[in-house]
């Protein structure tokens, strides 16, 4: 793992980085252009200076003058000769007395961009000296066409001159402004970045501790908002955990008292039973009620000692026929069933399902036997499959009241979802424990005035 060091270093090199090539590229941009307009601008000067040289002719008597002038009008215009084109006349104003073959012609007020950008860099790219005839209109007089014969190499070095202070003032300004915006990032980002980081890692370190909670800047960027819901998710956590610490406190309280507890109930089991067969009549209407309460209670102590016990309920998977397992639910609920409640088995005869019989016989059984005592007089089980996902699906569907809106709204929350009096809520939770053991899930479909509908996902049969 790297240190915090490592990945602070690690940001800036590649900010500082990345900076500098970008503006390099945005430099790359804008020199491209810039050369080429630079050669055309060198060459328009030295058309308008040869231009200059040859109108010093027309000063002269008989336009003549002495060969050391010539010359020096030639030094001047760093041209090896000058020609003047006006309307059809055409005139050589200037030459030396051996002008060289020409090895390229320059049609300067022709040439497009993409051409001036292509012989620009293929000027930069020569290695030997070129002598060009550079042709076009004066730059003083567009009706006089002027054609100057001159040396490449000049133009070359003065471009990669040109090219090196471009160059040299990208890179400064590109250093420039890279250290610019990482010290304003470091200042806006980096720093709140790795306080929250620091935070982060305190909290994990001490997650009960308030110290380690987060103290919100007050920013109104996106670093504030990532302040406040740190703030937000800690002190849910940390509601969380000592819930989870109450709980554990709960469940280690209640597997100290459960085997007396159990005891007892027992004891007043048996002593309802006596009850039940007192001569006196009020004693024996007394009875079923004493025992009701005693189921509930023995009810409550497996319902909170399976669900401490069992955080992964543990699994052994079978083939067995689903319908039989209905039958076995309804036997085991018979009693239950007096109360004008029906319990109707569609699933098919040699419909096969895959996993723990057990498991399975007690998640139907708790969600048939809400179904009754929520009021129900009638509920259905159907199985479907779905071959594409590779799902069974059992639905178990009653014609109750439905379930109220506080079950709704904590359905699967431990202590917490119970749809009547006295109920735990941990039925449902520990149903769909046992569903996820199986690599399934436990689903409400709906519930309403119409009545509920629970669904059974369980992976198909490999």
């Known amino acids: 793992m790297k240190s915090m060091g490592d990945i602070r270093v690690g940001l800036s090199v590649r900010l500082l980085i990345l900076t500098v090539i970008f503006v390099l590229l945005a430099e790359a941009f804008i020199y491209v252009p810039s050369i080429a307009r630079y050669r055309q601008v060198y060459l328009e000067d030295h058309m308008e200076t040869a231009h200059l040289a040859a109108l010093a002719l027309e000063a002269a008597p008989d336009h003549m003058v002495d060969k050391e002038l010539e010359d020096r009008l030639l030094a001047h215009a760093k041209a090896y000769g000058v020609v003047l084109v006006e309307e059809d006349r055409r005139m050589l104003a200037l030459s030396s007395d051996m002008p060289p073959q020409t090895d390229l012609d320059v049609k300067i007020s022709e040439e497009k961009w993409g051409a001036l950008i292509w012989h620009a860099f293929e000027t930069m790219g020569q290695e030997t000296n070129r002598v060009m005839r550079v042709m076009g209109p004066s730059p003083r007089d567009e009706a006089v066409r002027i054609e100057v014969i001159l040396d490449e190499a000049p133009l070359r070095m003065e471009m990669l001159d040109y090219s090196k202070r471009i160059l040299n003032l990208s890179l400064v300004i590109s250093l420039m402004t890279a250290v610019l915006i990482y010290v304003s990032l470091h200042w806006l980002m980096v720093r709140p970045v790795r306080r929250l980081v620091k935070n982060m890692a305190d909290f994990r370190t001490h997650p009960e501790d308030d110290c380690s909670t987060i103290v919100p800047s007050g920013r109104r960027d996106e670093i504030g908002l990532a302040e406040d819901e740190l703030l937000s998710m800690q002190g849910e956590l940390r509601k969380m955990l000592r819930q989870k610490d109450r709980l554990a406190a709960i469940g280690v309280a209640a597997a100290k008292i459960n085997h ?37 209670a023995i009810d409550l102590c497996s319902q909170t000692m399976n669900y401490v016990s069992d955080s992964t309920p543990h699994v052994e998977k079978e083939l067995f026929y689903m319908r039989d397992l209905v039958d076995e639910v309804s036997c085991h609920l018979e009693d239950l069933m007096d109360r004008d409640c029906e319990l109707v088995n569609q699933v098919d005869d040699l419909a096969e399902v895959e996993g723990d019989v057990t498991q399975l016989r007690r998640v139907m059984a708790n969600l048939v036997r809400n179904a009754i005592q929520m009021g129900a007089s009638k509920v ?43 109920g735990t809520g941990l039925g449902l939770v520990i149903a769909r424990d046992i569903l996820r053991a199986h690599d399934g899930d436990l689903t409400l479909i709906h519930t309403g005035e119409k009545g509920t509908c629970f669904r059974l996902s369980l992976p198909m049969m490999a």
């Not at 479907?384 to 069974?392: H, I, P």
């Open 260 to 296: 007396d507890l159990r005891n007892s109930l027992a004891k007043s089991m048996l002593i309802s039973d006596q009850l039940a067969g007192s001569s006196d009549e009020k004693v024996r209407k007394l009875a079923p009620q004493l025992s009701h309460t005693v189921d509930q």
């Open 380 to 422: 259905e089980v159907s199985l479907t499959q779905d071959e594409t996902m590779g799902v069974c699906h059992i639905d178990i569907v009653d014609d109750g009241p439905g379930l109220p809106q506080k079950a709704r709204d904590n359905l699967f929350k431990p202590f917490d979802g119970s749809a009547r009096r006295g």
